[in-house]
């Protein structure tokens, strides 16, 4: 059984060159985007050979690895005492090195087998931005150990910026709200580099932990992860008016009796419990927009303000912004997967981020 879901190879792992002349593996640029909630990694060529969740699941005995990304996702919460889940990363930072390096390793394994040699390819990852210039090390040692030797480190809100179409290459300044699985990052990016920053642990686990506490407490329902990110993707919403309010069901565990319960929750409720998570955010973004120099702040009236990650994904999260802040705010195209699509960029300029490649 496959562990990780890849793009299908139907060619041999060595090509044939022209002429009939045998041609082995080559080295290529790699992009990982190292995740709270997804790994995704972009081989050149190949595009993104790789998005599953940054979940691994070990042996509780042998610590040996059962399963990552989808299949151990699924195990989540239906798990026995003889295996270990683990989400490596937790709320934005690296709770679990060793499981961290695991999924790297994996997924580059996965990569070499498409025709793709690990020696004289250039690696790129991309991290949240509280990792430490120790995992970062780390991170690099591991790279080498498994034969990468040109391997550089970003941060995931410069590559989100990049892959969601913003030049940040020019002296013009650009801004992004990345709302990712486990932590918001707000930048803004000038020159090809980031110029002001900030981040909390305001984001998608955050607010799944808040609709699960508000079930418990005003339902009497126990739910778990899975359920409570089914309920935001359903019915998460963030606007005022409401007409027709949308429903779902939810089953869990009555916190009386102990028995499964099962229940009809509207989205004026989940309104509610986003609002306030998401007001923090808000205040993010004006202390962001506060330390920015005047004349970016004057590119950034004019071009408004990019939301990307998972939270982008949320109906009404622009119109939110929009009332609390006073500035004009956009959608990625492709919220999922622009920290990954950013990659493409900055491997084809790696050593200079202040002159943009020519395609």
């Known amino acids: 059984m496959a562990l990780w879901k890849t793009k299908k190879i139907e060619n041999d792992p060595k090509m044939t060159g022209v002429g009939g002349a045998f041609k082995g593996p080559t080295g290529k640029n790699i992009g990982i985007d190292l995740g709270t909630a997804n790994l995704l990694v972009y081989v050149e060529g190949e595009g993104v050979v790789i998005n599953e969740p940054s979940i691994i699941a070990f042996d509780y005995e042998t610590d040996e690895v059962i399963a990552v990304g989808q299949i151990a996702a699924e195990m989540v919460g239906k798990g026995h005492s003889g295996i270990r889940i683990v989400s490596p990363l937790n709320q934005g930072v ?126 009497g329902l126990l739910i778990g992860k899975k359920t409570a990110e089914r309920i935001k993707a359903e019915i998460g919403t963030l606007r005022e008016t409401l007409e027709n309010p949308r429903s779902t069901y939810v089953s869990g565990r009555d916190v009386v009796s102990g028995l499964p319960k099962k229940i009809t929750i509207y989205e004026n409720e989940i309104r509610d419990v986003l609002t306030v998570p998401f007001e923090g955010i808000a205040s993010l973004v004006l ?73």
């Not at 790297?104 to 394994?109: G, K, W």
């Not at 990792?131 to 590559?159: C, H, P, Y």
Request: with cysteine.
């Open 287 to 359: 202390k962001v927009l506060q330390k920015t120099p005047a004349e970016l702040s004057a590119d950034i009236i004019v071009k408004g303000i990019l939301i990307s990650g998972g939270g982008a994904l949320i109906d009404g999260v622009d119109e939110f912004f929009h009332k609390r802040i006073g500035m004009d705010f956009t959608l990625s195209k492709r919220p999922l997967t622009a920290v990954v699509e950013g990659t493409k960029l900055l491997l084809k300029n790696r050593g200079s981020y202040f002159v943009k490649p020519t395609d």
């Open 94 to 219: 690296i709770s679990d090195m060793e499981a961290t390096k695991k999924l790297i390793e994996i997924s580059l394994r996965k990569a070499e087998n498409l025709t793709l040699e690990l020696s004289s390819s250039t690696l790129l990852l991309c991290c949240p931005s509280e990792v430490t210039q120790l995992e970062r090390e780390s991170f690099t040692s591991l790279g080498n150990k498994l034969g990468v030797k040109d391997i550089f480190i970003e941060q995931e809100v410069k590559a989100g910026a990049i892959g969601s179409g913003l030049d940040i290459f020019s002296s013009n300044g650009s801004m992004i709200i990345d709302i990712g699985g486990g932590s918001t990052d707000i930048g803004v990016l000038s020159l090809g580099d980031i110029v002001v920053s900030e981040s909390n642990r305001i984001a998608g686990n955050y607010l799944d932990n808040e609709i699960i506490n508000y079930l418990q407490y005003n339902h």
